[in-house]
C-alpha cells in the first residue's frame, strides 16, 4: 500500500503491515515458481534435444499474467468468456499509465469513459 496522506490508526498501520508482508511474499513465491517452469523446461527441452526452443521467463509470466487479468475480470481463463468490459477497460488503463508514468512510453492512454 501507498501512503496517500491519511494518517493510519494503529489498527489501520497494523492491517497494511500485514497485507504488505502477504503482497511480498506471495510476489517471491510467483518469482519462484516461474524461475522453476524456466528450470524444468529447459531440463525437459534438452532432454528431447531442443533446448535452444526452451521459453524464456517472460513466456511464463505472461502466461500468469494472462490467468490473473482473467481472475481480475471474472472471465474463464480457457475461453475468456464471461468477463466484466469495464474492469477490463481500467486495467488496460492502468498498464499504459504505469508505462506512460513510470518508463516514458510514448503511448496516449484511452480517454476515460
Not at 6 to 23: K, M, P, Q, Y
Not at 37 to 43: C, E, L, R, S, T
Not at 63 to 85: H, K, R, S, W
Amino acid at each position: 500500500m501507498t501512503n496517500n496522506g491519511h494518517d493510519l490508526t494503529s489498527a489501520g498501520s497494523e492491517v497494511a503491515d500485514v497485507i504488505n508482508r502477504a503482497n511480498r511474499k506471495l510476489a517471491a513465491a510467483v518469482s519462484l515458481v516461474l524461475e522453476s517452469a524456466v528450470k524444468q523446461a529447459a531440463d525437459d527441452m534438452r532432454a528431447i534435444g531442443q533446448e535452444d526452443a526452451t521459453p524464456v521467463l517472460q513466456y511464463f509470466a505472461f502466461g500468469v499474467y494472462q490467468q490473473m487479468y482473467c481472475l481480475i475480470c471474472g472471465a474463464d481463463p480457457e475461453t475468456f468468456n464471461g468477463g466484466d468490459p469495464d474492469i477490463a477497460y481500467h486495467l488496460i488503463r492502468n498498464s499504459q499509465n504505469i508505462a506512460k508514468d513510470y518508463w516514458s512510453a510514448d503511448i496516449e492512454p484511452y480517454p476515460a469513459k
